[in-house]
């Protein structure tokens, strides 16, 4: 039965939940929308970062939140090195979408077994005053587990679309997508600012997991659920374009909640997947991409 | 004596080694070993088709193996018919997938169009999670005869099978590479658009290529479920498989139809090496590593690697 | 990195002798074979089983070995796959030639081992699948988890049924997985309502990859059932319970079937979210349970998974692990030889003293008599590993026999 309450509850809840996709997807959308890298090792990024958050709230006790940002510079840093490496073997020689594919796959699995073999199989939790905890509005809940990264992931993606937006390297990043030689008469280095936005959506990782981690429990290999939802998101929201992505992650995370309320749960993926589909066969820039 | 009759002579050849090796010998393990190879094969030339001759690059492999193996799954839930016919079967249900696939898809380039068979992949997952008749998401159990044919047991009559199959795939993606249709699959690789404007039929071709891919990925799934007895969703679309799919065929080389063989004889005899040696979270490091090593030191995989060492020494 | 050294170490010892000896030497080694979900979504109860298994081969070894020959294991990771498992069985036998099998952790990695198995006619000591052998029906398999004969399904949700029975409950609501397992458990909670007359008002499955589950607790809150009955692993398990308590689920009876609700540190990590929840588990360091030799093995399992990444307690699957290796061991001691008929059969017709208790089977190789506890979570404070040690915080309300204290109910006092 369809109440007022449950569906407002429905989508308040997918609302939250777009808002952490978001946040796990903006990574992705940088690399993949605005530098054609397709990064599918992201998700076990944002795993490390999960870990990360595990490793200092559990020795030192700090918030996973804070842990997030305080590594957010170390992701940056190893996503630099990352598209050294990666600009070195295929950028320079075309053909790079496909064997830039295969690389981060290779990475992907490289990740997954050094948290592995640092941290074991097990699932990993987090401390925070914040889990367990409740707001009430009206008839609508607003678990603060769910909350909480919410508002940090809306502030992240907001600061990633104000830097891309506003500043000389986030522009410099969208032009380099779209006219490299242009970008070179300006003075602009292609290279450093793809190095730049590469490790910017890897630092992305580092916060993203720290949310991951605070909604549920972490095991390494877990990043593989994610891959799908995150270029679902990616290819629905517009490649290049911030708010799309934010935009159709909110998309996902309501359709996921109104038919795990309505309609049975164990239909969300397919419908997530079938929304990427149609808007495929209908409007392939997806939502927000420039055509 | 030319090179065509070479060929088939060697494929001839291959599969009466593998009537002798079933005959000789009854160590079980091997021709288990074998076979789970012989599916990688078969599954990176299939892939190859689509990636490495067109440039169209499949996410999605896990979904046409595993609704291969469903469809086998299912018929044979219905009545007991021999594995010729469920291959088929098999063949027939993924080709059309593919043949949809390549409809559906027909505006979308490069990744987009990889996202899309992503998709396609999961959503198929989806329905079979849901089909009760097949076991749903708890899975299914099939009890393969103790042998079949004149083998001595059945697992030799599986490797058997996908030999078979390997072989065909093998004859199919030669005959694609070297004929017009090779050609104007290379074409469309390399420009799509040039492709069109000099008259190449792309539209046409790019369907062969996703119904061929479909058929022969149909046929490695088919016999998946007497192989490993028990099937769900999850093992049935592995992110391994489709993994492997497109590694074996780059660390081969995508552009000749020798490639994925080599690629997958490598890469897939590596892993099931290492399941039974090192055995523990490595195993994932040694397809990381390859992966990684192969694509940036190796561009045009193995075979690129030997031509163009073959071409320094003349 | 230990493990690895270890079991190359073994292989290559076991590879030595075995190559090395050409007559039959006294002390040749018994080698046991199996395959362990090391690595994958099992990993996290399939390296805790590999452990106690060690720790029991090192007790047998210490205590002069199987028949005055030393034991060792030859082992390899099936990474939670199924269709890898065949293979490792395959070289299990007929390349490395071990002497006895057992089995992987888990359904999933058991049942694709049977055919095998059957055909090569070997005793098949399994750890952990819900009713694998109905479709087998093979006499040499046998069980160690305490599901029981003749319908584990059924078995497993019983004693909460049970209880919600005898607390005058009258609306349920199922909940569970997309997998194996849940499936099995949400089944056999169907059968068993519709027995007892119970009302089934809400009955749906999740993915396994739904990352949220305040709208499922929300749907299944506004069916308002009197039981909530949960076919649940490990991380659903935590996002149950933890949407269940931030929303406040009112109902009178929560738990059932939630796989994960025994690891220690998903235990820890919930607290006190976590009482007055009603659900299964096999072994709790209650009185009643206080078999001989089991602190002893948790003792030593506790020593061992020590910086390992794995469940420091141990308490789920661990001495069941060891339990099955006992049992293994007492008939080949006690036929004098490796004769698979014969030992199949003594384990068939005789009772065993384990570290978890007295162990018959029954049909189908099940436990002749189930023993599914249903454990309720009392008094459980936050961020306390320690507090598990001991007895007290899960209390045993079903079966009656093994009863460790009292039900609190409903559900909404006992939080």
Known sequence: MITAELFANAVVSGVLLGGFYAAVAVGLSIAFGQLDIVNIAHPSFVVAGSFAAFALNDA???????????????????????????????????????????????????????????????????????????????????????????????????????????????????????????????????????????????????????????????????????????????????????????????????????????????????????????????????????? | MSREVAFWASLAAVLAAGLWFTGSYDNEYYFNFAYAVLQGVVMAIAWNILGGFAGYVNFGSAGFFAVGAYTAIALSKLAALPMVVLIVAAGLVCGLIGLAIGLLTLRLRGVYFAIATLAVAIVFETLIDNWEFVGGAGGTYIIPPATAWFFDSYVEYLFFVMLALAVVATAVSRIMNRSRLGRGLAAIREDEVAAECAGVPTLQLKLIATTAMGVLMGFAGAPYGFYATYVDPVSAFSLLIAVNAIAMPMIGGTEMWLGPIIGALLLGSAQKIATVTISSELNLLIVGAALVAFITFAPRGIVGLVGSLWNRRR | MISIVRSAAALAAALYLAAASGAAFAQEPIRIGFSMALTGGLAGAGKPALIAMQIWRDDVNEAGGLLGRPVEFVYYDDQTNPAEVPGIYSKLIDVDGVDLVVSSYGTNLIAPAMPIIMRKQMVFMSLFGLDVNTQFGYDRYFQIMPAGAPDPKVNWSRGFIDIAVENGVRTIALVGADAEFSRNAVAGARANAEAAGLEIVYDESYKGTTTDFTPIIRAIQATSPDAVFVGSYPPDTVGMVRAASELGLDTELFGGGMVGAQYATIQQSLGSMLNGIVNYDFWVPEPTLDFPGVEEFLAKYQERAEGQGVDPLGHYLPPYAYAYLQVLGAAVEAVGGIDQEKIAAHIRDNTFETVVGTVAFGEKGEWATPRVLQVQFQNVADNDLDQFRTAGKRVVIKPDEWRSGDLIFPYTEAR
């Open chain 1, 60 to 291: 030192l006790g700090l918030d996973p939140i804070l842990v997030g940002v305080l590594v957010a510079p170390l992701f940056f840093l190893a996503g630099a090195v990352i598209y050294r490496v990666y600009f070195q073997s295929f950028e320079r020689t075309g053909q790079e979408s496909l064997r830039g594919l295969v690389f981060f796959f290779g990475i992907m699995f490289i990740a997954e077994v050094a948290l592995i073999l640092s941290y074991g199989v097990d699932y990993r939790l987090v401390e925070a005053s914040y889990i367990g905890g409740n707001w009430k509005i009206g008839a609508v809940d607003l678990p603060l587990r769910m909350l909480v990264p919410f508002v940090v992931a809306l502030s992240m993606t907001t600061a990633i679309w104000l830097y891309l937006s506003r500043t000389f390297t986030g522009r410099a990043i969208q032009a380099v997508a779209q006219d490299r030689l242009a970008l070179q008469l300006m003075g602009a280095d292609p290279i450093r600012i793809k190095q730049h936005a590469f490790g910017l959506a890897v630092a992305t990782a580092a916060i993203a997991g720290s949310l991951l981690i605070i909604i549920g429990p972490v095991e390494p290999s877990i990043g593989r659920i994610y891959i799908g939802k995150v270029f679902a998101i990616v290819v629905l929201g517009g490649m290049g374009s911030i708010s799309g992505t934010l935009i159709a992650a909110f998309i996902l995370g309501i359709a996921e909640s109104m038919v795990a309320t309505f309609a049975g749960p164990s239909w969300s993926n397919a419908v997530a997947f079938g929304i990427l589909l149609v808007t495929l066969a209908v409007r392939p820039q997806g939502l927000m991409g420039r055509t």
